[in-house]
């Protein structure tokens, strides 16, 4: 179950942020965070050679107790982080794949929209929606 | 224009008098005939009512709105009682009586006068019920117009100075007063059952301060307050008045989008609450309006306008760019970053009614989805692919492409509709193909224009396709879309392991789109050519000749039908066919490989003479279109016979081969003939084979002939034309198909000689080592 989703620009500042409402959501927002650093890691081990067949999907990023972060990136070094919570039965790899692949085709989708500028936040309804059906869904 | 106050009694006898004259049914105008034969019941002489009308500014509009109308009603009141006609006197005039209209007509009105002035008991609890609900609503609405401070002001005004009994309180200069009468009977009419007027009067007394939220639900719940407050407060602007007229025409004269989208949507108003059911809805003269503004940005109504350039478009509108960019994500239904005419109005139609102060959907509403639209524009685009379907001028890239494009949008709503997921994958390429735009052509044709019918393409394109490898001497190429996949059949050169190979392919197309554009099958045509090299050099000769002239006549066929050798022969259209026989008899005197096809020139040319005598031979396509479906497997067989039609023996089994498959199914023998002449040019042999296959086409062709006379008749005159442009339209496609396989057995034969000189430089390193 996603608790929290969110979209990283480029230069590592957040897009877009949102964790289902609970009494300590900053926990998720640092946990994105630290998780920035995973990911980059995992796009450098790759090497510059990779980088054309670098998977977009970076698999678990790494566990805690609690919740396992995920990663994805996309070709234009936008960070997609979800945050899934331990306790649910365990989310098989695809699922996620396809949750992010979900998220991928929304952003694009906004990006389609000639009224965002790239680096702004995100407030497409749409992507809203989409995205409260991924956190409901896992719920 | 001046405020105006009315009583109760005025206010509902003004409403009915205004029913009565909404002949149209608009609920915002009143019609001017009626209006007028009103007037000139009130019994005033004919320059009172001209100064009337002058007054309540109908002249200056155009039309008898709401508003122009109770003003008109009131002047006619204030001229009957014979005070001067002036503006102030609408709201100064203290108990005037409620307008008489005299005319029997009217005695509905007078009817109503007397119930009404029987209800005047009570005016006093009604004008206190105005003013609270429309300041709620105006603060509510927080309309986009300049006048929505005034409205607020004038509210608090009226808040301000306290329910007063007398329904003749100096209003404030808006119109918004009056216009709150307007909504009140409306409201009224909820309120009136709901309460008496006394205790009315007090709840609302009290109410009032504190905004009560009881009478909110109903005002905010009933569409036609926003109506009449954003339709007034257009009414009020002088300047934008000009522009209510009901022509949008005058309203693109307007240099400003806001101004232009202000009108439109006070027509648009008019109609949406003429129509409560679907307030999405575009009216014909807002499409109109939307499509001309389209064509200010893109002259071409089934392009697309780019991002930007809509981006600054509606930027204009001066809405947030938080709700514009909203108001894109609706509207562009394709995500493409792009809109098209549909997308366009859509999303105009949801600038325009957020401007008014509608909230945009959390969806797009079905009436603005493009796909509604599109189903009816369908019939046109239908109409206009059957036009072209029909037209003389088949085979030409252009014209194919913008049916594609309706056919694309039929597919669109089809897909949404049907939810054919075939049909998903279509739309593109049909746009990336105009081979597979002319097969799709064909199939509708086929179908009977059955345009409708998505899968349709798609389940006939696969026996089509192989139709068409049958009918064009196609190289074995599967390349990435389905058309090259169809046409993925064996040239010309094949043997056993190749036909092999061509069915291989051929299944291979059968399994439908593949994306993947980097398949020139490998192994087959290796062990063929090295076939071909192994086999006499007299074939190496021929095949290193001919694909020089065939790629010489190629290059020259697109533009017109080329003088080629025997590619050019063969199915293609019948309209070439004698350009063709000419274009062999130059080619044969160029080659002198060719001469000796001179007797099959001569052969072929009497073939020829006999297809083109029969008009039949056009209606042999269609009867092999109509049952090709049924043969798939036969034609493939067909074909691969002739294909491993090498030798003279292969020549031989094609012939055979042919005459019972064609005469079988009525497929064209026309296909046959290019091939075993092209085989014919490499074997001195083939002469004799090839005079028995003439013989045996001949018969065939008989045979077909003979069979497809029967075909125009039982169908019919009607269908007649429609079987002509039907058989041109293949006749182009197969010159498309043959040109296509053309240029791939080029591609293969360029292939094959690249192959040859890698082999013989392998073979001549050892050497140089020594």
Known sequence: MAVCIAVIAKENYPL???????????????????????????????GKALVDQRELYLGLLYPTEDYKVYGYVTNSKVKFVMVVDSSNTALRDNEIRSMFRKLHNSYTDIMCNPFYNPGDRIHSRAFDNMVTSMMMQVC | MEGLTLSEAEQRYYCDLFSYCDTESTKKVASSGRV????????????????IMELCGATRLGYFGRSQFYIALKLVAVAQTGLPLRVESLNTVKDLPLPRFVVSKNEQESRHTALYSSDADNPASYSGVIPPPPGRIQVKKGSVSHDAVQQRTSADQQESTSPVVSPQQSPPTSPHTWRKHNRHPSGGNNERPLAGPGPFWAPFSEAQPGSSTTSDPIWSGHSPPPHQENWVSFADTPPTSALLTMHPASVQDQTTVRTVASATTANEIR?????????????????QYYVNQFKTIQPDLNGFIPGSAAKEFFTKSKLPILELSHIWELSDFDKDGALTLDEFCAAFHL??????????????????MPKLIDLEDSAEAGEQTGEVGYASSPAEAPPSKSPSMPSLNQTWPELNQSSEDTAIVHPVPIRMTPSKIHMQEMELKRTGSDHANPTSPLLVKPPDLPEENKMSSSVKFTAGNTVTDGYSSSDSYTSDPEQIGSTVTRQRSHSGTSPDNTAPPPPPPRPHQSHSRSSSLDMNRSFSVTPGQQQAGVVAYPPAVPPRPQPSQGPGPHVHRPVD??????????????????????????????AVSGVNKEEEDEIETHSEVLQVEKPSDSASSLRVAKADGRVEDKAPANVPTNAGKGTTPLAPPPKPIRRRLKSEDELRPEAEEHTQKTGVIAAVLASQPSIPRSVGKDKKAIQASIRRN????????????ELQQQLKDVLEERISLEVQLEQLRPFSHL
């Open chain 2, 36 to 51: 007028l034969e009103l007037f000139r019941a009130a019994q005033l002489p004919n320059d009172v009512v001209m100064q």
């Open chain 2, 730 to 741: 293949k006749e182009t496609n197969t010159v498309l198909a043959r040109l296509n396989s």
């Open chain 2, 271 to 287: 109609r949406q609450s003429s129509s409560y059911d679907d307030p999405w809805k575009i009216t014909d003269e807002q499409r």
């Open chain 2, 581 to 610: 026989a000419e274009g062999l008899i130059a080619h044969t005197s160029t080659s002198p490989q060719q001469i000796p096809e001179q007797p099959n020139f001569a052969d072929f040319s009497q073939f020829e003479a006999f």
């Open chain 1, 16 to 46: 877009y942020i949102r964790s289902i409402p609970t009494e300590n959501e900053l926990k998720f927002h640092y946990t994105v965070h630290t998780s920035l650093d995973v990911v980059d890691e995992k796009i450098s081990a790759m």
């Open chain 2, 351 to 368: 600038v325009v009614a957020r401007k008014n102060g509608y909230d945009l959907p959390e969806k797009l509403p079905e009436s603005l």
